[in-house]
Protein backbone atom coordinates (compact mmCIF):
# COMPACT_ATOMS: atom_id res chain seq x y z
CA UNK A 1 0.00 0.00 0.00
CA UNK A 2 2.21 2.54 -1.44
CA UNK A 3 0.04 5.85 -0.47
CA UNK A 4 -0.28 5.00 3.53
CA UNK A 5 1.88 6.89 6.02
CA UNK A 6 2.17 7.39 9.27
CA UNK A 7 2.89 10.10 11.28
CA UNK A 8 3.57 10.86 15.02
CA UNK A 9 4.57 13.70 17.04
CA UNK A 10 4.13 15.00 20.46
CA UNK A 11 1.40 18.53 20.51
CA UNK A 12 2.02 21.81 22.86
CA UNK A 13 -1.83 22.19 22.80
CA UNK A 14 -2.23 18.43 23.88
CA UNK A 15 0.73 17.95 25.98
CA UNK A 16 -0.27 21.39 27.63
CA UNK A 17 -3.88 20.08 28.78
CA UNK A 18 -2.51 16.62 30.38
CA UNK A 19 0.36 19.15 32.36
CA UNK A 20 -2.74 21.53 33.49
CA UNK A 21 -5.38 18.37 34.04
CA UNK A 22 -2.27 16.98 36.32
CA UNK A 23 -1.37 19.76 37.88
CA UNK A 24 -5.38 20.44 38.55
CA UNK A 25 -5.84 17.22 40.20
CA UNK A 26 -2.64 17.01 42.20
CA UNK A 27 -3.63 20.29 43.34
CA UNK A 28 -7.05 18.93 44.50
CA UNK A 29 -6.37 15.38 45.51
CA UNK A 30 -2.54 15.41 47.04
CA UNK A 31 -2.40 13.26 43.85
CA UNK A 32 1.26 12.24 42.50
CA UNK A 33 0.97 13.21 39.09
CA UNK A 34 3.81 15.23 36.60
CA UNK A 35 3.91 18.29 37.31
CA UNK A 36 3.16 17.93 41.42
CA UNK A 37 3.58 21.61 41.92
CA UNK A 38 1.78 24.00 44.23
CA UNK A 39 -1.00 25.11 41.72
CA UNK A 40 -3.43 26.76 44.26
CA UNK A 41 -2.86 30.44 43.44
CA UNK A 42 -3.09 29.81 39.91
CA UNK A 43 -6.81 30.55 39.80
CA UNK A 44 -7.93 27.47 37.98
CA UNK A 45 -12.05 27.49 37.49
CA UNK A 46 -14.44 24.91 40.18
CA UNK A 47 -14.10 21.57 39.83
CA UNK A 48 -17.35 21.44 38.05
CA UNK A 49 -16.69 24.05 35.41
CA UNK A 50 -13.04 23.14 35.00
CA UNK A 51 -13.72 19.61 34.12
CA UNK A 52 -16.56 20.80 31.52
CA UNK A 53 -14.26 23.71 30.52
CA UNK A 54 -11.08 21.19 29.84
CA UNK A 55 -13.65 18.28 27.90
CA UNK A 56 -14.55 21.91 25.59
CA UNK A 57 -11.09 23.00 25.09
CA UNK A 58 -10.01 19.54 24.88
CA UNK A 59 -12.27 18.14 21.45
CA UNK A 60 -11.59 21.55 20.23
CA UNK A 61 -7.52 21.00 20.22
CA UNK A 62 -8.17 17.18 18.74
CA UNK A 63 -10.49 18.48 16.30
CA UNK A 64 -8.21 21.64 14.76
CA UNK A 65 -5.55 18.61 14.96
CA UNK A 66 -7.58 16.60 13.05
CA UNK A 67 -7.82 18.46 10.46
CA UNK A 68 -4.26 20.17 10.17
CA UNK A 69 -1.47 19.37 12.49
CA UNK A 70 0.21 22.13 11.56
CA UNK A 71 -2.31 24.08 13.59
CA UNK A 72 -0.14 23.01 16.44
CA UNK A 73 3.23 24.82 16.80
CA UNK A 74 5.31 25.97 19.85
CA UNK A 75 3.12 29.11 19.68
CA UNK A 76 0.34 27.83 20.20
CA UNK A 77 -0.34 28.75 23.84
CA UNK A 78 0.11 32.57 22.57
CA UNK A 79 -2.04 32.27 19.47
CA UNK A 80 -4.61 30.64 21.01
CA UNK A 81 -4.56 31.40 24.79
CA UNK A 82 -8.04 32.76 24.44
CA UNK A 83 -9.32 29.27 24.35
CA UNK A 84 -6.98 27.99 27.02
CA UNK A 85 -7.61 30.45 29.38
CA UNK A 86 -11.25 29.12 29.61
CA UNK A 87 -9.75 26.96 32.16
CA UNK A 88 -9.12 29.42 34.60
CA UNK A 89 -10.54 32.62 36.39
CA UNK A 90 -11.47 35.46 34.58
CA UNK A 91 -9.69 37.64 37.52
CA UNK A 92 -6.12 38.78 38.17
CA UNK A 93 -5.36 35.58 39.58
CA UNK A 94 -6.31 33.29 36.90
CA UNK A 95 -4.57 35.21 34.73
CA UNK A 96 -1.13 35.03 36.21
CA UNK A 97 -1.97 31.29 36.89
CA UNK A 98 -2.39 30.95 33.05
CA UNK A 99 1.31 33.06 32.33
CA UNK A 100 3.08 30.51 35.16
CA UNK A 101 1.37 27.34 34.24
CA UNK A 102 2.16 28.32 30.30
CA UNK A 103 5.91 29.11 31.03
CA UNK A 104 6.58 26.18 33.66
CA UNK A 105 5.26 23.92 30.76
CA UNK A 106 7.59 25.20 28.14
CA UNK A 107 10.52 25.16 30.38
CA UNK A 108 9.29 21.28 30.37
CA UNK A 109 8.40 20.28 27.29
CA UNK A 110 10.67 22.37 25.22
CA UNK A 111 14.00 21.13 27.10
CA UNK A 112 15.56 17.54 26.30
CA UNK A 113 13.27 16.14 28.80
CA UNK A 114 10.07 17.29 27.18
CA UNK A 115 8.68 17.11 23.90
CA UNK A 116 12.21 15.52 22.26
CA UNK A 117 11.94 12.40 24.94
CA UNK A 118 8.35 11.45 24.32
CA UNK A 119 8.59 11.29 20.98
CA UNK A 120 11.99 9.83 20.37
CA UNK A 121 10.65 6.71 23.43
CA UNK A 122 7.23 6.68 21.42
CA UNK A 123 9.03 6.40 18.09
CA UNK A 124 11.15 3.57 19.15
CA UNK A 125 8.20 1.20 20.46
CA UNK A 126 6.05 2.07 17.90
CA UNK A 127 8.32 1.56 14.74
CA UNK A 128 10.97 -1.05 16.08
CA UNK A 129 9.60 -3.30 18.48
CA UNK A 130 5.57 -3.28 17.19
CA UNK A 131 6.45 -2.22 13.80
CA UNK A 132 3.27 -0.11 12.91
CA UNK A 133 3.87 0.93 9.75
CA UNK A 134 3.78 -3.03 8.58
CA UNK A 135 1.51 -4.28 10.97
CA UNK A 136 -1.60 -1.38 10.05
CA UNK A 137 -0.62 -1.02 6.50
CA UNK A 138 -1.37 -4.92 5.90
CA UNK A 139 -4.31 -4.92 8.19
CA UNK A 140 -6.18 -1.94 7.31
CA UNK A 141 -8.80 -1.67 4.49
CA UNK A 142 -8.02 -0.12 1.54
CA UNK A 143 -9.77 3.17 0.76
CA UNK A 144 -10.35 5.43 -2.46
CA UNK A 145 -8.33 8.14 -1.19
CA UNK A 146 -5.31 8.92 -2.96
CA UNK A 147 -3.57 10.48 0.70
CA UNK A 148 -4.01 8.02 3.50
CA UNK A 149 -2.33 9.14 6.59
CA UNK A 150 -2.60 7.98 10.10
CA UNK A 151 -1.97 10.92 12.31
CA UNK A 152 -0.29 9.86 15.85
CA UNK A 153 -0.17 12.53 18.39
CA UNK A 154 1.69 11.39 21.04
CA UNK A 155 0.89 12.22 24.84
CA UNK A 156 2.59 12.12 28.31
CA UNK A 157 -0.15 11.05 30.69
CA UNK A 158 -3.84 9.54 30.06
CA UNK A 159 -6.33 12.01 29.19
CA UNK A 160 -8.89 11.72 31.89
CA UNK A 161 -11.22 14.57 31.30
CA UNK A 162 -11.86 14.61 27.84
CA UNK A 163 -11.73 11.82 25.37
CA UNK A 164 -8.78 10.97 23.52
CA UNK A 165 -10.17 9.83 20.48
CA UNK A 166 -9.63 11.15 17.55
CA UNK A 167 -10.84 11.21 13.54
CA UNK A 168 -10.34 7.21 12.46
CA UNK A 169 -7.28 8.81 10.61
CA UNK A 170 -5.89 10.43 14.43
CA UNK A 171 -4.93 8.31 16.91
CA UNK A 172 -4.57 9.90 20.27
CA UNK A 173 -1.85 7.82 22.30
CA UNK A 174 -0.48 8.14 25.97
CA UNK A 175 2.76 6.74 27.24
CA UNK A 176 0.78 4.41 29.49
CA UNK A 177 -0.33 3.44 25.83
CA UNK A 178 2.69 2.72 24.56
CA UNK A 179 4.59 0.84 27.38
CA UNK A 180 1.71 -0.72 28.99
CA UNK A 181 -0.64 -1.92 26.09
CA UNK A 182 1.19 -1.95 23.31
CA UNK A 183 -0.05 -5.53 22.09
CA UNK A 184 -3.46 -4.27 21.25
CA UNK A 185 -2.05 -0.85 20.24
CA UNK A 186 -2.35 -2.04 16.69
CA UNK A 187 -5.83 -3.60 16.70
CA UNK A 188 -6.89 -0.75 18.36
CA UNK A 189 -5.98 1.56 15.39
CA UNK A 190 -6.86 -0.88 12.66
CA UNK A 191 -10.01 -1.37 14.09
CA UNK A 192 -11.19 2.31 14.33
CA UNK A 193 -10.03 3.21 10.69
CA UNK A 194 -11.59 0.38 9.51
CA UNK A 195 -14.82 1.53 10.95
CA UNK A 196 -14.36 5.05 10.00
CA UNK A 197 -14.85 6.02 13.36
CA UNK A 198 -15.01 9.65 14.26
Request: with cysteine; proline share 2%; glycine share 4%.
Amino acid sequence: MNNFTIKSFAPYSLNYLIYIQNAFISNKDGALKFPSLETAHWGFLEEKLFVESYKNVWAEMVRRISLNPLTDNNGILLTEQTLFRKLFKTDNQGEKGFEESRKSFYAWFSSLTGQLTIERASDHILYYEINIYSKVSSTIFHHDKTNQELLISLIYDECLFGVSKGDSWHSIISLKDIFLEKKALVSIITERWNKGEV
